[in-house]
Nanobody, 124 residues
Framework: QVQLVESGGGLVQAGGSLRLSCVVSGRTFSSHAMGWFRQAPGKGREFVAAISWSGGTTFYADSVKGRFTTSRDNAKNTVYLQMNSLKPEDTAVYYC?????????????????WGQGTQVTVSS
């Protein structure tokens, strides 16, 4: 049974920073790409960032490019999302997800396992 557990969410003022972590157990973490998605109240789930199995390739949604950075530590089975210059519109529940393949995707259908989510709230 694959488990993904996110942590690091919270309340922060606009312009602040947070770092989310996601620990994966129950599968070969280093063989799979990982992704981050978010869902704001009343909206659908949207892609935020993805990272390949080795960490060598990353890509981001235009809305977070230049502010967010994803990375991974395969020795710790952990993927991270560093979020800087946060804006109120970044407020959402953030989810990490494990892809079926080694290289990431912007599409939630390409991810087979999901965490429970962590709330990020940015006040103005």
């Amino acid at each position: 049974q694959v488990q993904l557990v996110e942590s690091g969410g919270g309340l922060v003022q606009a312009g602040g920073s947070l770092r989310l972590s996601c620990v994966v157990s129950g599968r070969t973490f280093s063989s799979h790409a990982m992704g981050w998605f978010r869902q704001a109240p009343g909206k659908g789930r949207e892609f935020v960032a993805a990272i390949s199995w080795s960490g060598g390739t990353t890509f981001y949604a235009d809305s977070v490019k230049g502010r967010f950075t994803t990375s991974r530590d395969n020795a710790k089975n952990t993927v991270y999302l560093q979020m800087n210059s946060l804006k109120p519109e970044d407020t959402a529940v953030y989810y990490c997800a494990a892809a079926f393949a080694r290289y990431g995707s912007r599409w939630s259908e390409d991810f087979g396992s999901w965490g429970q989510g962590t709330q990020v709230t940015v006040s103005s």
